[in-house]
Structure formats: structure tokens, C-alpha cells
């Protein structure tokens, strides 16, 4: 069955580190991702997303990520992270442009001010 | 431009209740989706449905567990004689296309279940 896989749960940087989060999937198709994140108290937002074309994507707030099709992976990035970003960031996909979102289990980043 | 509307935020049954759930998808939108969030778990797929249809409810419970879009109203996702196992969050997420094209969901902000 397909999955997706975020390898870090918990995340602790101080401000101004860089960040990157992992995102692999399992399957050998057309794939769309998506990253979302989730700030305390509030709902899911679409942080970027990709379907096709520049595999490197830039998203609101900074954040960029990368499809690499031979690693199946979707990492997120942001070279310079804020306290604002706490937040628990969760990486989708649908599969052959299935509505169907597979979720990874998401991680949660705490920035250090 | 209101986004996805979930109520109520938070839900408190006792075992054996009922507990009903809404969303009102964006405004345009007439594609709806249920998501359940165990503890420490993503998102899991749970039905979709369009206006007065169910396209697929191939992640829902087999028991106990219903959902509609009636024509008029929110959507509304329905379990009966709760358990403690059905604590969760339960995230609703519309768009205005559904399969055979990608299209972005955009999600509400949940409804937390806490079944005593």
C-alpha cells in the first residue's frame, strides 16, 4: 500500500538555523504533493504544493521544497527559521491526481527564540 | 472570503451517544472530504462526497459511521453509539474539483472528539 514517511517527529532549532524536513513516499507513479502545516490552536494550511514541472517549489513564509523523483522524496526547506514557525508540518500526497490524500504522521517543529 | 467551517471545535459524548459533526465547505466548492486524526498519527482518509452523492466511503468505519451532503446544508458526518476509540480529530477539507484532475483541498479547522 502506498505510505508516506516523515522520519523526525520532533524538531528543536533556535532561530536563524535552517531547517529541513523529510518527506519520502512509496509509489512508482504520477504523484501531486503537498506540504501543510498546523500552527497551535489553528487549521491545516497549504504551505506548497507540486503537480508539474519546476521541481523546485516555493511556498508562503520562506519555505521552498524539492520533488527529487529518484529518491521519492519531498523535503521541505526554509534556510533561516523564526519562532513563528512552531508549528507541526504534515506532507501529503495524492496518487495518479487521486483525490485521496496519503498523510505522512507529520512533525513538530519548535523554533527556541 | 470564509474558508471551511467546522462545528462545533470540540465535542464531548459519553460511550454510547451519538455525535454529529459539520462542515460547510468554501464557498464554490462542492467537493467535501473527512479526514480522522488518531493521536500521534496523520490524517486518514475517510469518505468523499459530492452534493447528494457519497463518491467514496472506502475509509469509513463499516459500522456506526455515515456521512451526507444534502443538497442544501452542510455536510455532515454522523456516529452513532460512540467509543472511546473514536476519540479524535476529525478534519473536513473542500475543493472545487474532485478526481481526474489535481486539486488542492483546503481544510477546516477540526472538530476534536473526546468520547468519555
Known amino acids: 500500500a502506498q505510505s508516506v514517511s516523515q522520519h523526525n517527529h520532533h524538531v528543536i532549532l533556535s532561530e536563524a538555523a535552517s531547517l529541513e524536513l523529510g518527506c519520502n513516499y512509496s509509489?512508482?507513479?504520477?504523484?501531486?504533493l503537498f506540504w501543510y502545516v498546523q500552527y497551535p490552536g489553528q487549521h491545516l494550511q497549504l504551505l506548497l504544493k507540486?503537480?508539474?514541472?519546476d521541481p523546485l517549489v516555493k511556498g508562503i513564509k520562506g519555505f521552498e521544497a524539492e520533488f527529487i523523483k529518484s529518491k521519492f522524496s519531498f523535503n521541505l526547506r526554509k534556510p533561516s527559521v523564526q519562532w513563528s514557525d512552531t508549528a507541526e508540518y504534515f506532507c501529503a500526497v495524492n496518487i495518479d491526481s487521486n483525490y485521496q490524500l496519503i498523510w505522512g504522521a507529520g512533525t513538530k517543529l519548535i523554533i527556541k527564540p | 472570503n470564509a474558508g471551511v467551517m467546522q462545528n462545533p471545535r470540540h465535542l464531548v459524548r459519553r460511550r454510547g451517544q451519538e455525535a454529529r459533526l459539520r462542515c460547510s465547505p468554501m464557498?464554490?466548492?462542492?467537493?467535501v472530504y473527512w479526514y480522522r486524526q488518531l493521536p500521534e498519527e496523520g490524517l486518514k482518509f475517510m469518505v468523499y462526497l459530492q452534493k447528494e452523492n457519497i463518491i467514496d466511503e472506502s475509509g469509513m468505519p463499516k459500522e456506526r459511521f455515515s456521512a451526507e451532503f444534502p443538497k442544501e446544508g452542510p455536510s455532515i458526518l454522523r456516529i452513532q453509539q460512540v467509543v472511546r476509540g473514536d476519540s479524535a480529530a476529525y478534519f473536513c477539507?473542500?475543493?472545487?474539483?474532485?478526481?481526474?484532475?489535481?486539486?488542492?483541498?483546503?481544510f477546516g479547522p477540526g472538530t476534536r472528539l473526546l468520547v468519555l
Open positions: 477539507a473542500s475543493s472545487p474539483q474532485g478526481s481526474g484532475a489535481p486539486a488542492t483541498q483546503y
Open positions: 507540486y503537480f508539474s514541472g
Open positions: 464557498k464554490g466548492h462542492s467537493h
Open positions: 509509489y512508482g507513479g504520477t504523484v501531486n
